[in-house]
């Protein structure tokens, strides 16, 4: 049985304001397996922070039970603090300090010896490549460079979860490439990413498992593919070398729409592979040859789209 890094059942939680109460989350159930990258998405006021916060003794529920890295969240609160690591969008850095100056003070508040915080820094200094500029003021480092060292300090004290709130929030390509493969090296070595994300392509690049909050409610949940495969506009395209092979394809199937000229058949189809292979066998069956096929199904855009009835706000 897979062990799990986040189990929660029920997960409440109301504020009140002027109009009354307002529910922010309404009985929610997580299970993040060790090891795993899990992402949580949702539109602006869906309950995304008030989740994190709450899984990581920020805040306190109302109502549902939680272990996180294997403890009671109400009970042994300091027990979880000491077992995860949080990396906020904004950065906890301290741009008057260097690099190495930073990995220190979390260091001494992690109470680490200190030739063993000495060693810390320098080993994570060499992990996320700052090396060069560990002795200079963060304030001199690029926005990638920060995020690389606001992340370092999270791993001095070795969490085994680790809660990742926008973590690529501003930076350009290649820095949020370079931040991906970290974030999948963290995971080979076993810590839990637990990711909340504005950019969809980032939790369909990096996520094992995506689940979709709105309104304080779980609506999906599954791996990316299987929640694109839940959205309508999947096809297979198959391509064909004549046009008499296009023309049986097609009364064959008795579904699709062609392009002659490309000879070319895009046959509805939610992409998977059992209906691939069925497809595939069908053709066989009688004889008519596919020269190329390619499967297209909807983004997590059209997910999210579609399942919540707004779209993704894109950062600035």
């Known amino acids: ?20 109460d307002k529910t922010v989350l309404d009985g929610i159930d997580l299970a993040v397996p060790e090891g795993t990258i899990f992402s949580l998405l949702g539109p602006n006021g869906a309950g995304k922070t008030t989740t994190v916060q709450i899984l990581s003794t920020l805040i306190r529920a109302d109502g549902g039970q939680v272990r996180v890295a294997g403890y009671d969240l109400d009970r042994q609160a300091d027990d979880v603090r000491g077992a995860i690591g949080v990396t906020g969008q904004y950065s906890a850095v301290d741009k008057l300090l260097t690099g190495e100056e930073n990995l220190l003070l979390m260091a001494d508040l992690k109470h680490l010896p200190r030739r063993e915080g000495k060693r810390k820094a320098k080993e994570l200094l060499e ?5 060069e500029a560990g002795g200079k003021p963060a304030a001199t480092y690029s926005g990638g460079m920060q995020r690389r060292l606001d992340l370092a300090m999270t791993l001095v004290g070795d969490p085994r979860l680790i809660f990742l709130d926008e973590p690529t929030t501003g930076l350009d390509p290649r820095s ?21 994300t504005q950019y969809l392509e980032e939790a369909d690049e990096l996520a094992d498992r995506i689940a979709l909050l709105d309104h304080g409610r779980l609506i999906a949940e599954g791996t990316a593919e299987e929640l694109k495969r839940r959205i309508p506009g999947g096809h297979i395209e198959l391509t ?10 097609y009364h ?15 046959v509805p189809s939610d992409g998977s592979v059992r209906a691939v292979r069925e497809l595939l066998a069908l053709l066989d069956e009688r004889s008519i040859d596919v020269a190329e096929m390619s499967v297209h199904t909807p983004d997590l855009d059209d997910v999210f789209l579609t399942l919540t009835g707004q779209k993704q706000e894109t950062p600035r």
Request: glycine share 10%; aromatic share 8%; hydrophobic share 45%.
């Open 240 to 249: 064909f070398a004549g046009a008499h092979l296009l023309d049986a394809a």
């Open 1 to 20: 049985m897979t062990n799990l890094a986040i189990a929660a059942t029920g997960l409440r939680k109301s504020y009140r304001d002027k109009n009354g």
């Open 176 to 196: 949020r490439r370079s931040m991906w493969g970290i974030v999948r090296d963290l995971v080979k070595s076993g810590v839990t990413i637990f990711l909340t």
């Open 127 to 131: 992990k996320f490549d700052l090396v």
């Open 252 to 266: 064959l199937l008795g579904a699709g729409s062609t392009d002659p000229e490309a000879l070319t058949l895009q």
